[in-house]
């Protein structure tokens, strides 16, 4: 099924929009025994220099203020080396070698969703990530769920008996990876993270922390002359993901 996913991926609008930012919007909700469940949302604009800039808040339990981290090129944090590599082959190879020794398929999984969470993918770059998902051992489809628009979405479920399962939700039609959800420990019972948006034309940071505040409860995206929200964007919400403290 993967391998049909990357045999047919589609281009996105996204992926036409070269030379202007790299925007990605993540909210992601942590859950802790008997704690409120903590919901973190970012969004990262990058340039085409790879410099840029970090916009985060915490939404709940107690909301916060924005905070704001810029960075110059080449500081952006990234698990493989840059360019990420297009041939499966050689992109597993990479994602493998930033894996601890005796790792099993699961913190293979984990290094690529650290990669789609930090950086826009284009097409060929996200065939060689499904392309390497489905290498792997031990996927099981666990549902089909809604994709962008009016597209389709699978979850799957990796697991391979050493780390803790991990569902991933990707688009069937363009193979983006649109949410996933890490299963934890104890300490950790669960981390949920969805991608709200990939990449649009905004060029212009929020022109302050209040704005961005109300622009992103508003629309989910912060304030620019650039910038449009695609619709039909589906939310990665788990059942009881969010839903308070458990105990």
Known sequence: MLISIAQHAQPTASDQQTGT????????????????????????????DGSGVLYQQTNAPQPTAATTTRFAAGELHSPIDEP??????RLNDAVTTATPPGSGSTAVVAVLLDLTSIRTL??????????VLAMLPGVEL??????????????LRFSDGRGD??????????????????????????????????????????PSRVMFVSAVRRSGFPPSAGCGIPSGVPTFRPAGAYEGARA
């Open 21 to 48: 930012s790299s925007c990605l919007h993540l909210i992601r909700w942590d859950r802790y025994p008997g704690r409120p469940v903590i919901e973190t949302e970012s969004i990262r604009h990058v340039n085409p």
């Open 84 to 89: 990420i590599p297009t041939d499966p082959v």
């Open 122 to 131: 284009n097409l060929a770059e996200r065939v060689a990530v499904i392309r």
């Open 142 to 155: 666990i549902a089909w769920v809604p994709g962008r628009g009016t597209g389709v979405g699978l979850q």
């Open 165 to 206: 399962p991990i569902d991933v939700i990707t688009d069937q039609d363009t193979g983006e990876i649109l949410g996933y959800r890490l299963e934890g420990p104890a300490a950790l019972q669960s981390s949920t993270t969805t991608l709200i948006l990939r990449r649009n034309r905004c060029d212009c940071p929020p």
